[in-house]
């Protein structure tokens, strides 16, 4: 049982980090620098416009994910909304190692914290 309880609170933790990043990252959009809009435009080749939208998707997908009830969703649609920053990255030729990581540990986390989900996906076998 106390197993159980520390292996769910290092779930919440590491689910936490790119819960935490996500919501810096929509905030940095909703209320750009000019340094974000620069980033965004000149080195991403992204219109200033699509910034508001981003944040709107960042936002949904931590929402979801959050919600215990709907965190395996909320992770699928972090996954694919990293793999576009990864995609996004990578053309410009820049290592996507934040975006790969911040989706490593949003499953990781969830594993941990979601026995569900360690029960559909073993990390071995159980014994007989």
């Known amino acids: 049982m106390m197993q159980t309880q520390r292996i769910r609170w290092i779930g919440r933790v590491l689910s936490a980090i790119p ?3 996500m919501l810096f990252s929509a905030a940095m959009k909703l209320h750009p620098s000019p340094e974000v809009v620069q980033f965004t435009v000149n080195h991403l080749g992204y219109p200033e416009a699509v910034l508001t939208t981003l944040a709107i998707l960042e936002l ?3 929402v979801v994910y959050v919600i215990p009830r709907t ?4 992770a699928i649609l972090l996954t694919g909304y990293l793999g576009g920053a990864v ?5 410009v030729g820049d290592p996507p190692i934040a975006q790969v990581l911040l989706g490593v540990l949003a499953w990781g986390g969830l594993y941990l914290r979601d026995e569900r989900l360690r029960a559909l ?3 071995r076998q159980p014994s007989a």
């Open 19 to 21: 819960v935490g990043m």
């Open 121 to 123: 996906l073993p990390l």
């Open 71 to 74: 965190a395996v969703l909320g």
């Open 87 to 91: 995609a996004s990255h990578f053309r």
């Open 60 to 62: 949904t997908c931590v």
